[in-house]
């Protein structure tokens, strides 16, 4: 059995280390690095068995070893150039020893810990970058690849292991020919499980009857149909396959249901390696969630009946919870981790469900996020920003941020499910006067507006006054001196003659009036100063709620109040507090 795999410079890992088990489940969102982490296991296993078919029974070579792999040869892992294995495509590293410039190899390494019969083994490997052909295996060195240069001795124990890789179910072909089973295997690898479904149950039911007859009965009990023998014709050299509902009626495997055709892939797959490592990748596509759950009881059963080990990946949060209960669950969610209590899987099922993966990266790559009501509360702490020269201008140019709607429980259920992938996260929230914020944390700050929404701390009149003769110039009255002065002065009436019908006198008289901070939204005030604005210029509203923050650019910074300092002080204070990703 498997017990642990150490990733280094594979695909999207720098360095990974996951736990297993008996059965274990890789959960996460898509493009979450699942699949790779099961290609690794898969790659490691084609490297073990190249280096023993070269060196079995003989000492570690000490000059120049390692054994060739082409690219052909990786059928679970098809790629067209063998550097797309490698982290960010680099295969070399630039170096530099005082005056002297040179290069050194980047290596992939993939170290396995198992137990085999009582006795615990670790066997590393590394790979070197040939061509886009091929690339070289060859032991560990001890220590890593800067360590000295004696290799991993690799145990007999390690050979033992078999490894097996199946993708999901690729639908089923109308004609399949009759392959051989390395043929299957390459098929199988390169996701075409199309091609070798009838394979596989003809190989079964013709070397394996106990096993065959007991698939049968697992596809009667849990799809309510008969499954036909598997016949090879050998004039046409193709395997048919067909299934009854009811007697007398016999339909083609092609008119079975996806479902249907999944389970039975995984079952003869399971019955056909025994006492294998079996890498299972998305065991429940095409299955409803009640399915989902009685088909992973019956994989685990199976495996243990053949003396199997599983690793399965899978985004479904049914998966996760069966598995969770008994099994080794391993989220890749942020750096794979495993989680064991209820509250991590809950956060790691609100990944799956909320959080994209763009999410993700973006914690990693800024490491730290803003929530706030909507873009337009962006665009005017931005506009503010700048007129106050606030270093916060920088934090808000490309930030992190997410729209809650002035909903804080929405934030927090978003930052603490990227919490569960990014432990050094940080984050602040900033809501408007009416929601409810709680306790601070030591992750995620909550601010509240004093006043009833960040339009509040715009100097409304005065900022609307200057929108108007501002509105003129390059606009609509082209190059005419004496017109644009007209113009100004009749849009400026009209908007003050518009504010004084809509805004009490005491507030145009007191820009301190607690109308402006607890008497009016001042979004809802603008959107009626500039419906009856425009209406009376007779042209279209061109001021949404989305241009408001053309109105704080207009501000003067003695115009606005301190409280915005102090919470553009606080977002530079969060983002001061972030722990990005290296580049």
Same mark, same amino acid.
């Given at each position: 059995?498997?017990?642990?795999?150490?990733?280094?410079?594979?695909?999207?890992?720098?360095?990974?280390?996951?736990?297993?088990?008996?059965?274990?489940?890789?959960?996460?969102?898509?493009?979450?690095?699942?699949?790779?982490?099961?290609?690794?296991?898969?790659?490691?296993?084609?490297?073990?068995?190249?280096?023993?078919?070269?060196?079995?029974?003989?000492?570690?070579?000490?000059?120049?070893?390692?054994?060739?792999?082409?690219?052909?040869?990786?059928?679970?892992?098809?790629?067209?150039?063998?550097?797309?294995?490698?982290?960010?495509?680099?295969?070399?590293?630039?170096?530099?020893?005082?005056?002297?410039?040179?290069?050194?190899?980047?290596?992939?390494?993939?170290?396995?810990?198992?137990?085999?019969?009582?006795?615990?083994?670790?066997?590393?490997?590394?790979?070197?970058?040939?061509?886009?052909?091929?690339?070289?295996?060859?032991?560990?060195?001890?220590?890593?690849?800067?360590?000295?240069?004696?290799?991993?001795?690799?145990?007999?124990?390690?050979?033992?292991?078999?490894?097996?890789?199946?993708?999901?179910?690729?639908?089923?072909?109308?004609?399949?020919?009759?392959?051989?089973?390395?043929?299957?295997?390459?098929?199988?690898?390169?996701?075409?499980?199309?091609?070798?479904?009838?394979?596989?149950?003809?190989?079964?039911?013709?070397?394996?009857?106990?096993?065959?007859?007991?698939?049968?009965?697992?596809?009667?009990?849990?799809?309510?149909?008969?499954?036909?023998?598997?016949?090879?014709?050998?004039?046409?050299?193709?395997?048919?396959?067909?299934?009854?509902?009811?007697?007398?009626?016999?339909?083609?495997?092609?008119?079975?249901?996806?479902?249907?055709?999944?389970?039975?892939?995984?079952?003869?797959?399971?019955?056909?390696?025994?006492?294998?490592?079996?890498?299972?990748?998305?065991?429940?596509?095409?299955?409803?969630?009640?399915?989902?759950?009685?088909?992973?009881?019956?994989?685990?059963?199976?495996?243990?009946?053949?003396?199997?080990?599983?690793?399965?990946?899978?985004?479904?949060?049914?998966?996760?919870?069966?598995?969770?209960?008994?099994?080794?669950?391993?989220?890749?969610?942020?750096?794979?981790?495993?989680?064991?209590?209820?509250?991590?899987?809950?956060?790691?099922?609100?990944?799956?469900?909320?959080?994209?993966?763009?999410?993700?990266?973006?914690?990693?790559?800024?490491?730290?996020?803003?929530?706030?009501?909507?873009?337009?509360?962006?665009?005017?702490?931005?506009?503010?920003?700048?007129?106050?020269?606030?270093?916060?201008?920088?934090?808000?140019?490309?930030?992190?941020?997410?729209?809650?709607?002035?909903?804080?429980?929405?934030?927090?259920?978003?930052?603490?499910?990227?919490?569960?992938?990014?432990?050094?996260?940080?984050?602040?929230?900033?809501?408007?006067?009416?929601?409810?914020?709680?306790?601070?944390?030591?992750?995620?700050?909550?601010?509240?507006?004093?006043?009833?929404?960040?339009?509040?701390?715009?100097?409304?009149?005065?900022?609307?006054?200057?929108?108007?003769?501002?509105?003129?110039?390059?606009?609509?009255?082209?190059?005419?001196?004496?017109? !644009? %002065?007209?113009? =100004?002065?009749?849009? &400026?009436?009209?908007?003050?003659?518009? @504010?004084? $019908?809509?805004?009490?006198? #005491? /507030?145009?008289?007191?820009?301190?009036?607690?109308?402006?901070?607890?008497?009016?939204?001042?979004?809802?005030?603008?959107?009626?100063?500039?419906?009856?604005?425009?209406?009376?210029?007779?042209?279209?509203?061109?001021?949404?709620?989305?241009?408001?923050?053309?109105? !704080? %650019?207009?501000? =003067?910074?003695?115009? &606005?109040?301190?409280?915005?300092?102090? @919470?553009? $002080?606080?977002?530079?204070? #969060? /983002?001061?507090?972030?722990?990005?990703?290296?580049?």
């Amino acid at each position: 059995m498997l017990t642990n795999i150490t990733i280094r410079n594979f695909k999207r890992f720098e360095e990974v280390e996951i736990p297993l088990g008996t059965s274990v489940v890789f959960i996460g969102p898509n493009n979450s690095g699942k699949t790779t982490a099961l290609q690794a296991l898969a790659l490691w296993d084609l490297g073990l068995r190249r280096w023993m078919e070269r060196y079995q029974g003989k000492p570690n070579p000490e000059k120049r070893p390692g054994v060739t792999i082409n690219r052909r040869d990786m059928i679970a892992i098809p790629v067209p150039r063998a550097n797309l294995l490698w982290r960010n495509l680099h295969t070399r590293l630039s170096t530099t020893d005082g005056e002297k410039r040179g290069t050194q190899n980047v290596r992939i390494e993939i170290v396995v810990d198992g137990i085999t019969n009582g006795a615990t083994w670790q066997c590393g490997l590394e790979f070197d970058y040939a061509n886009e052909e091929s690339f070289y295996c060859r032991p560990l060195r001890i220590g890593g690849s800067n360590g000295s240069g004696e290799r991993m001795a690799v145990p007999g124990h390690a050979l033992q292991t078999h490894v097996a890789y199946l993708p999901p179910m690729s639908g089923l072909a109308a004609v399949e020919p009759k392959w051989e089973p390395g043929r299957v295997n390459v098929l199988i690898g390169e996701g075409q499980t199309a091609q070798v479904l009838r394979n596989l149950c003809h190989n079964l039911a013709e070397n394996q009857e106990q096993e065959w007859r007991r698939v049968q009965e697992h596809i009667r009990q849990l799809f309510g149909v008969t499954l036909d023998r598997p016949n090879h014709i050998v004039e046409r050299g193709e395997v048919t396959m067909s299934y009854s509902e009811r007697p007398g009626v016999s339909l083609a495997l092609s008119a079975s249901g996806r479902g249907l055709q999944q389970t039975l892939l995984l079952l003869a797959y399971l019955y056909t390696n025994p006492s294998a490592v079996l890498l299972l990748d998305e065991p429940d596509a095409h299955l409803e969630i009640l399915r989902q759950r009685q088909i992973y009881h019956l994989l685990s059963q199976t495996a243990s009946e053949m003396e199997s080990q599983i690793v399965a990946a899978s985004h479904s949060e049914v998966i996760m919870n069966e598995a969770g209960s008994q099994d080794v669950v391993v989220a890749f969610v942020g750096k794979p981790h495993r989680i064991d209590d209820r509250s991590s899987r809950s956060q790691v099922a609100k990944a799956l469900k909320q959080i994209g993966y763009q999410d993700y990266f973006q914690a990693e790559q800024t490491g730290w996020v803003l929530y706030l009501e909507g873009a337009t509360d962006l665009s005017i702490l931005r506009s503010i920003a700048q007129t106050l020269n606030h270093p916060a201008s920088k934090c808000l140019d490309r930030p992190f941020v997410h729209y809650v709607g002035n909903q804080p429980s929405s934030a927090r259920n978003h930052f603490f499910g990227l919490y569960q992938g990014k432990s050094d996260l940080v984050g602040i929230g900033i809501y408007d006067n009416d929601a409810t914020i709680s306790e601070a944390s030591p992750y995620l700050g909550e601010i509240q507006w004093q006043r009833r929404e960040v339009e509040n701390y715009l100097p409304i009149p005065a900022v609307l006054e200057r929108y108007a003769t501002h509105s003129v110039e390059g606009n609509e009255t082209g190059g005419d001196t004496l017109f !644009a %002065a007209a113009e =100004k002065d009749k849009r &400026l009436e009209i908007m003050r003659n518009v @504010v004084s $019908d809509l805004v009490p006198p #005491v /507030a145009l008289r007191h820009p301190d009036d607690d109308y402006w901070r607890h008497g009016v939204k001042a979004s809802e005030l603008l959107d009626r100063v500039f419906e009856e604005y425009f209406q009376e210029l007779e042209l279209p509203n061109v001021m949404r709620k989305t241009a408001y923050h053309r109105l !704080a %650019a207009l501000a =003067k910074p003695e115009e &606005l109040d301190k409280e915005l300092t102090y @919470v553009l $002080d606080q977002i530079v204070g #969060v /983002a001061e507090k972030a722990r990005p990703a290296e580049a």
